[in-house]
């Protein structure tokens, strides 16, 4: 009897839960849109993304997306995109690769995006690439510096953002050799493609043999005293730094505590000052003469119109949260976005988006170029170094550009350009 | 000393009016499980076609954490091994069929054969890792275990980094997987496609757990988990069967983690940290420990929970400072809650919930009939 | 022979934390017969009190000491909110009640803190005084061994001497018999859950400076090596967590200092085999360990 009731039940509940899922899935039909771009229709655009807002690399990433979306509610708030108001769908993947999968999908099949931008992480992406590619989705500006963005063979629809890190291991590197030459030159970085393309572009410029010691880390592993010790002990004078901002900290702290100094060039990754800072509390003069690289303008320089623009924005449409290198690249990459929709003209489709990307030429809060083009789908191409002194971050020097493979590194020099007055980019 | 060893699901061998045992054969089991399973498919074939593509993909993965659960619940319900090292198992399984796939693919054979061969292979190769860890498995208990297992979680997906040579590190593999037959028509949707695959291989692995359980191995693994010395002097060799629970619950473990692979198309560590071993443990327990339903239960809530308490945060309408503090960390503390709250108020799960509904629904029936 | 030294001095000041917090998963185990994995959140619970304390207040030890009353109230407010009214038949429940309160615990903390880094002060310089030109032990390394050494000594002294510790004992081990003696169970019950929460707040305001930073998933690693220890060192033995706290932190330094630090999840099973193979209830288990 009882036996019975439990089959019984077993089938009922299962045959509860797919209709329940068949209830869920709720019939929008070919209505919306006329010849039915999905995320389009005449009023709206709807794009999506992926982001670690919870778990342990939420860190200082948490604020990136709700920063394009305050650039996108400005530009809503100024009429929208051929009179269409961007609507950005923020996903929660806690960088977790397996959920990205469920959230990309959600994005794509459910929700009918027009466009996946700034998907970050380079595992959590990497994972979807094929997903998206075979359902014809634009994966615009990935948020992250790996090289696997730039294959625009095998991922047509695929563009960066962040100059990859050999392009950055390269600049770092040339100031090594310009400025501190002769000086014994130490590499740590993250066990991962970060690290190695980072250590690859190092090797580029610098020649194979003269990096002294390498060392990587693992983020499972929160004790770096052992990599820093070996520096100390091979008496490296300029360590190149391929690490998150948790691990910059964590790095100069060690060094700190072992009596070890050395002159820090950092990755872009892990350079923000603001957050090195923030978690360094007290300790953040340890960070005084840390050379990092930016290719967006700097959080902190006021006068610069980006950021007036920018801080404005963020009072406006962001609760004022505070500001910082994660709210400038947000709302940078929303502005890129904008300039690609404008771009792709009025009867916005997803091959259209595709072709104004490949054209390429947007000009915007960048201090070097996009390397947009139908055979170049890596993102900014250089980057600017900077250095912190008296506890403020600010540039020196020229931009630099270059590119992944052995091209020389090259002063760039055009002046940069200024935001449009109503901070909406205009049709070129 | 039942607290040294791993849990008891509630009493359910006696039928609490006569005594008498309720495991009256009624024709022969295979077929009655057969009969279960040909339905649940016919069915599933039924709801591909009736909900959207990424229902399909829901339910396919669903399907695909079921196998995993299923033969977990197998080990901690019913031997009494608690493991904390299922996700890692899952990953072997991945990494295996991963690498089988993209074998094939280089060598540019296709056919539809392929598949179930890699499917096989990772079977193979999680039972492997999946002995040697149950031969040590069988030497510890209750926390001591979970110690090993949760260590096995951590490292399984380090190594995928340690020999990134073969495992590309944290970027991960990707895993080619040939589009449908076209013997299914040029526009065959794809999620449809996935549902079917992993729906198939899941109902067959928990087809063959079933018998298992109602088989004379069953019978052993829960003589085991209720009192080792009395099935010691019953003359069943302890440890040989827990090692045999081990290998049998890795291999749906492996075959679990190798559909999701398919599912995604792509193997990365981070997919299979120890955050998901914690989780497939707490989608069993949840779930009922101890019996397949449950574990049904406890993959659905897998992929339905977080999904639902997203929605159910994003039907509030908040401003963006508060917004931003609630995003992602308001479904978490409700599936957190929801944890705690199941796990008082209904310590056998949710398939202990539902039984104890169904049974005071038919008592009230026979009372009414009476 | 300069880099051993050195490894080995780190390696040691990192165990002492984790025999802390291993010492504080003993404490329940000995009481409640549960693994609190949420010992780890709940652990940074209080030190984010403890942060919002030092933070309006400006002074550390204050902060440090209200870690300490938060951590033993909150182990009070789990028992007697949750934890008292979670079926006990299973072992596994409390496991996953436990999990659960994770992630409560940690999304509550993202709510209200958000998701960045906090900085964790240390109250004494982390720079390392040398010793014939080998960077050895700092002040701060000095104060966490002191600190972990007394309370170590406390607790052994409390459960040896004290009528309070032997009534815990009693409660833990033989529930029924001590009920009919006239001890108070249940109160011992919380009693030992404050303590182990107290304990664990305090490994954790030890441990956070040496990290990256407060988070709500800052210990969550911590945790993993804590409970590591505990089991090789044995979950019903103080000593055993102490000695266990040791050994797990020397391995992860000397393995990542010559062997590379992804290899340190390996070694750490390689070491939990290798001891529970041998004694399969850790190292310090009474030799009749294994009862069924």
Same mark, same amino acid.
Request: aromatic residues 8%; glycine residues 12%.
């Given at each position: 009897?009882?036996?019975?009731?439990?089959?019984?039940?077993?089938?009922?509940?299962?045959?509860?839960?797919?209709?329940?899922?068949?209830?869920?899935?709720?019939?929008?039909?070919?209505?919306?849109?006329?010849?039915?771009?999905?995320?389009?229709?005449?009023?709206?655009?709807?794009?999506?993304?992926?982001?670690?807002?919870?778990?342990?690399?939420?860190?200082?990433?948490?604020?990136?997306?709700?920063?394009?979306?305050?650039?996108?509610?400005?530009?809503?708030?100024?009429?929208?995109?051929?009179?269409?108001?961007?609507?950005?769908?923020?996903?929660?993947?806690?960088?977790?690769?397996?959920?990205?999968?469920?959230?990309?999908?959600?994005?794509?099949?459910?929700?009918?995006?027009?466009?996946?931008?700034?998907?970050?992480?380079?595992?959590?992406?990497?994972?979807?690439?094929?997903?998206?590619?075979?359902?014809?989705?634009?994966?615009?500006?990935?948020?992250?510096?790996?090289?696997?963005?730039?294959?625009?063979?095998?991922?047509?629809?695929?563009?960066?953002?962040?100059?990859?890190?050999?392009?950055?291991?390269?600049?770092?590197?040339?100031?090594?050799?310009?400025?501190?030459?002769?000086?014994?030159?130490?590499?740590?970085?993250?066990?991962?493609?970060?690290?190695?393309?980072?250590?690859?572009?190092?090797?580029?410029?610098?020649?194979?043999?003269?990096?002294?010691?390498?060392?990587?880390?693992?983020?499972?592993?929160?004790?770096?005293?052992?990599?820093?010790?070996?520096?100390?002990?091979?008496?490296?004078?300029?360590?190149?730094?391929?690490?998150?901002?948790?691990?910059?900290?964590?790095?100069?702290?060690?060094?700190?505590?072992?009596?070890?100094?050395?002159?820090?060039?950092?990755?872009?990754?892990?350079?923000?000052?603001?957050?090195?800072?923030?978690?360094?509390?007290?300790?953040?003069?340890?960070?005084?003469?840390?050379?990092?690289?930016?290719?967006?303008?700097?959080?902190?320089?006021?006068?610069?119109?980006?950021?007036?623009?920018?801080?404005?924005?963020?009072?406006?449409?962001?609760?004022?949260?505070?500001?910082?290198?994660?709210?400038?690249?947000?709302?940078?990459?929303?502005?890129?976005?904008?300039?690609?929709?404008?771009?792709?003209?009025?009867?916005?489709?997803?091959?259209?988006?595709?072709?104004?990307?490949?054209?390429?030429?947007?000009?915007?809060?960048?201090?070097?170029?996009?390397?947009?083009?139908?055979?170049?789908?890596?993102?900014?191409?250089?980057?600017?170094?900077?250095?912190?002194?008296?506890?403020?971050?600010?540039?020196?020097?020229?931009?630099?550009?270059?590119?992944?493979?052995?091209?020389?590194?090259?002063?760039?020099?055009?002046?940069?350009?200024?935001?449009?007055?109503?901070?909406?980019?205009?049709?070129? | 000393?039942?607290?040294?060893?791993?849990?008891?699901?509630?009493?359910? %061998?006696?039928?609490?009016?006569?005594?008498?045992?309720?495991?009256?054969?009624?024709?022969?089991?295979?077929?009655?499980?057969?009969?279960?399973?040909?339905?649940?498919?016919?069915?599933?074939?039924?709801?591909?076609?009736?909900?959207?593509?990424?229902?399909?993909?829901?339910?396919?993965?669903?399907?695909?954490?079921?196998?995993?659960?299923?033969?977990?619940?197998?080990?901690?319900?019913?031997?009494?091994?608690?493991?904390?090292?299922?996700?890692?198992?899952?990953?072997?399984? &991945?990494?295996?069929?991963?690498?089988?796939?993209?074998?094939?693919?280089?060598?540019?054979?296709?056919?539809?054969?392929?598949?179930?061969?890699?499917?096989?292979? &990772?079977?193979?190769?999680?039972?492997?890792?999946?002995?040697?860890?149950?031969? &040590?498995?069988?030497?510890?208990?209750?926390?001591?275990?979970?110690?090993?297992?949760?260590?096995?979680?951590?490292?399984?997906?380090?190594?995928?980094?340690?020999?990134?040579?073969?495992?590309?590190?944290?970027?991960?593999?990707?895993?080619?997987?040939?589009?449908?037959?076209?013997?299914?028509?040029?526009?065959?949707?794809?999620?449809?496609? %996935?549902?079917?695959?992993?729906?198939?291989?899941?109902?067959?692995?928990?087809?063959?757990?079933?018998?298992?359980?109602?088989?004379?191995?069953?019978?052993?693994?829960?003589?085991?988990?209720?009192?080792?010395?009395?099935?010691?002097?019953?003359?069943?060799?302890?440890?040989?069967?827990?090692?045999?629970?081990?290998?049998?619950?890795? &291999?749906?473990?492996?075959?679990?983690?190798?559909?999701?692979?398919?599912?995604?198309?792509?193997?990365?560590?981070?997919?299979?940290?120890?955050?998901?071993?914690?989780?497939?443990?707490?989608?069993?327990?949840?779930?009922?420990?101890?019996?397949?339903?449950?574990?049904?239960?406890?993959?659905?809530?897998?992929?339905?929970?977080?999904?639902?308490?997203?929605?159910?945060?994003?039907?509030?309408?908040?401003?963006?400072?508060?917004?931003?503090?609630?995003?992602?960390?308001?479904?978490?503390?409700?599936?957190?809650?929801?944890?705690?709250?199941?796990?008082?108020?209904?310590?056998?799960?949710?398939?202990?919930?539902?039984?104890?509904?169904?049974?005071?629904?038919?008592?009230?029936?026979?009372?009414?009939?009476? | 022979?300069?880099?051993?030294?050195?490894?080995?001095?780190?390696?040691?000041?990192?165990?002492?934390?984790?025999?802390?917090?291993?010492?504080?998963?003993?404490?329940?185990?000995?009481?409640?017969?549960?693994?609190?994995?949420?010992?780890?959140?709940?652990?940074?619970?209080?030190?984010?009190?403890?942060?919002?304390?030092?933070?309006?207040?400006?002074?550390?030890?204050?902060?440090?000491?209200?870690?300490?009353?938060?951590?033993?109230?909150?182990?009070?407010?789990?028992?007697?909110?949750?934890?008292?009214?979670?079926?006990?038949?299973?072992?596994?429940?409390?496991?996953?009640?436990?999990?659960?309160?994770?992630?409560?615990?940690?999304?509550?903390?993202?709510?209200?803190?958000?998701?960045?880094?906090?900085?964790?002060?240390?109250?004494?310089?982390?720079?390392?005084?040398?010793?014939?030109?080998?960077?050895?032990?700092?002040?701060?390394?000095?104060?966490?061994?002191?600190?972990?050494?007394?309370?170590?000594?406390?607790?052994?002294?409390?459960?040896?001497?004290?009528?309070?510790?032997?009534?815990?004992?009693?409660?833990?081990?033989?529930?029924?018999?001590?009920?009919?003696?006239?001890?108070?169970?249940?109160?011992?019950?919380?009693?030992?859950?404050?303590?182990?929460?107290?304990?664990?707040?305090?490994?954790?305001?030890?441990?956070?400076?040496?990290?990256?930073?407060?988070?709500?998933?800052?210990?969550?690693?911590?945790?993993?090596?804590?409970?590591?220890?505990?089991?090789?060192?044995?979950?019903?033995?103080?000593?055993?967590?102490?000695?266990?706290?040791?050994?797990?932190?020397?391995?992860?330094?000397?393995?990542?200092?010559?062997?590379?630090?992804?290899?340190?999840?390996?070694?750490?099973?390689?070491?939990?085999?290798?001891?529970?193979?041998?004694?399969?209830?850790?190292?310090?288990?009474?030799?009749?360990?294994?009862?069924?």
């Amino acid at each position: 009897m009882h036996r019975k009731a439990h089959r019984g039940l077993a089938i009922a509940s299962t045959i509860a839960l797919l209709i329940t899922a068949a209830g869920c899935s709720g019939d929008d039909g070919p209505g919306s849109g006329g010849a039915s771009v999905p995320g389009v229709t005449d009023t709206e655009i709807t794009v999506g993304t992926h982001m670690p807002l919870t778990g342990p690399a939420s860190a200082g990433y948490s604020k990136i997306a709700p920063a394009t979306k305050a650039y996108f509610d400005y530009v809503n708030a100024n009429g929208g995109v051929h009179g269409r108001k961007i609507t950005y769908k923020i996903m929660d993947d806690g960088y977790n690769p397996a959920n990205t999968q469920q959230v990309v999908r959600q994005l794509v099949l459910q929700d009918k995006v027009f466009a996946v931008l700034n998907g970050l992480g380079t595992p959590t992406h990497t994972g979807v690439l094929d997903f998206l590619k075979s359902n014809r989705v634009p994966d615009l500006f990935v948020a992250s510096g790996s090289r696997s963005w730039d294959q625009p063979d095998k991922y047509p629809g695929t563009f960066g953002f962040n100059p990859d890190y050999t392009v950055e291991g390269k600049i770092l590197a040339n100031y090594a050799k310009r400025d501190l030459a002769g000086q014994k030159l130490c590499f740590l970085g993250q066990d991962d493609d970060f690290g190695r393309d980072s250590l690859a572009g190092v090797e580029k410029v610098l020649g194979a043999g003269a990096v002294a010691v390498k060392q990587t880390y693992v983020t499972s592993n929160t004790n770096v005293a052992p990599q820093i010790g070996a520096f100390k002990a091979a008496e490296c004078k300029v360590v190149v730094l391929a690490t998150v901002p948790g691990f910059t900290a964590l790095s100069i702290g060690t060094a700190a505590r072992l009596g070890y100094k050395a002159q820090w060039l950092v990755s872009n990754v892990g350079a923000d000052y603001p957050t090195l800072a923030k978690q360094l509390g007290a300790a953040a003069p340890m960070l005084e003469g840390m050379v990092g690289t930016n290719y967006l303008p700097m959080q902190n320089d006021t006068a610069n119109p980006w950021i007036q623009l920018f801080t404005k924005i963020n009072k406006e449409h962001n609760g004022d949260a505070p500001f910082d290198g994660n709210t400038v690249y947000g709302m940078s990459v929303g502005y890129l976005f904008v300039q690609t929709l404008l771009a792709a003209g009025k009867d916005l489709t997803r091959e259209k988006v595709l072709a104004a990307v490949q054209k390429g030429g947007f000009q915007g809060p960048g201090l070097v170029p996009l390397r947009f083009s139908a055979t170049d789908h890596s993102g900014y191409g250089g980057q600017r170094l900077s250095r912190v002194t008296g506890g403020v971050q600010s540039y020196f020097g020229p931009a630099y550009e270059t590119d992944e493979a052995d091209g020389s590194v090259n002063e760039y020099t055009a002046a940069p350009v200024a935001p449009p007055a109503n901070g909406v980019p205009t049709v070129s | 000393m039942s607290a040294t060893r791993a849990a008891l699901p509630p009493k359910q %061998q006696l039928d609490e009016r006569g005594g008498r045992p309720v495991d009256r054969r009624r024709g022969s089991t295979l077929l009655r499980h057969l009969a279960v399973v040909l339905a649940a498919g016919l069915l599933l074939v039924a709801v591909s076609y009736t909900v959207e593509p990424f229902r399909n993909f829901q339910l396919a993965t669903v399907a695909a954490y079921f196998c995993a659960t299923a033969g977990l619940t197998v080990l901690t319900g019913l031997n009494g091994q608690l493991s904390l090292g299922h996700g890692a198992l899952m990953a072997t399984g &991945a990494y295996t069929a991963a690498l089988c796939q993209t074998a094939f693919a280089d060598r540019g054979m296709t056919g539809g054969w392929l598949l179930p061969l890699s499917l096989g292979a &990772a079977i193979v190769g999680t039972v492997a890792v999946g002995a040697v860890v149950g031969v &040590a498995a069988a030497r510890l208990r209750g926390p001591y275990l979970a110690g090993v297992t949760l260590a096995v979680a951590v490292v399984v997906p380090a190594l995928a980094v340690t020999f990134d040579g073969v495992f590309n590190g944290e970027q991960g593999l990707s895993v080619p997987v040939e589009p449908p037959p076209l013997s299914l028509g040029p526009y065959f949707p794809y999620e449809r496609w %996935q549902l079917w695959v992993t729906g198939a291989a899941t109902l067959l692995a928990v087809l063959l757990l079933a018998n298992l359980i109602r088989s004379r191995y069953g019978r052993t693994f829960r003589a085991v988990r209720d009192d080792e010395v009395a099935a010691r002097l019953a003359g069943i060799h302890v440890a040989r069967t827990q090692v045999l629970a081990f290998v049998v619950s890795a &291999a749906t473990a492996g075959l679990g983690g190798a559909l999701l692979a398919v599912l995604a198309q792509s193997v990365s560590p981070g997919a299979f940290s120890l955050t998901l071993s914690l989780f497939l443990l707490m989608a069993v327990v949840i779930g009922g420990l101890g019996r397949l339903t449950g574990a049904l239960w406890g993959a659905v809530l897998l992929v339905a929970l977080p999904d639902l308490t997203h929605s159910l945060t994003e039907m509030l309408t908040l401003s963006p400072a508060v917004a931003q503090r609630l995003e992602g960390n308001l479904p978490l503390a409700i599936f957190g809650l929801t944890l705690i709250v199941v796990m008082i108020a209904a310590p056998g799960g949710v398939q202990g919930l539902l039984s104890r509904l169904g049974r005071a629904v038919l008592a009230r029936g026979r009372a009414r009939r009476s | 022979m300069d880099r051993f030294v050195f490894l080995t001095v780190d390696g040691l000041s990192r165990g002492a934390v984790y025999a802390a917090f291993a010492l504080a998963l003993v404490l329940i185990w000995r009481a409640a017969r549960v693994v609190n994995f949420a010992q780890g959140a709940m652990a940074v619970a209080a030190a984010y009190v403890a942060y919002t304390v030092s933070a309006a207040t400006g002074s550390y030890w204050l902060g440090f000491v209200v870690a300490i009353v938060a951590g033993l109230l909150l182990g009070a407010l789990v028992d007697r909110v949750v934890m008292r009214h979670v079926d006990h038949a299973s072992p596994l429940n409390p496991v996953i009640v436990a999990l659960g309160l994770v992630l409560l615990i940690q999304a509550v903390l993202g709510m209200v803190y958000g998701s960045e880094f906090r900085p964790a002060e240390a109250p004494f310089s982390r720079s390392a005084l040398t010793v014939g030109g080998v960077a050895v032990l700092s002040p701060y390394d000095l104060f966490v061994f002191a600190t972990i050494g007394v309370v170590v000594s406390g607790l052994a002294w409390m459960f040896a001497r004290t009528p309070v510790g032997l009534r815990m004992r009693a409660a833990a081990f033989a529930p029924e018999v001590s009920r009919l003696l006239g001890v108070n169970v249940g109160g011992m019950l919380t009693f030992g859950w404050a303590l182990a929460s107290g304990v664990g707040a305090l490994a954790a305001m030890l441990v956070l400076p040496t990290e990256l930073g407060l988070h709500p998933h800052a210990m969550d690693l911590v945790f993993v090596s804590a409970f590591t220890a505990a089991v090789v060192g044995g979950l019903d033995s103080p000593p055993g967590a102490v000695v266990g706290g040791l050994v797990v932190g020397l391995v992860l330094s000397y393995v990542s200092g010559y062997a590379g630090s992804d290899l340190t999840p390996l070694a750490v099973l390689v070491l939990l085999l290798a001891v529970l193979l041998v004694r399969p209830g850790g190292l310090f288990a009474p030799v009749a360990a294994r009862r069924v």
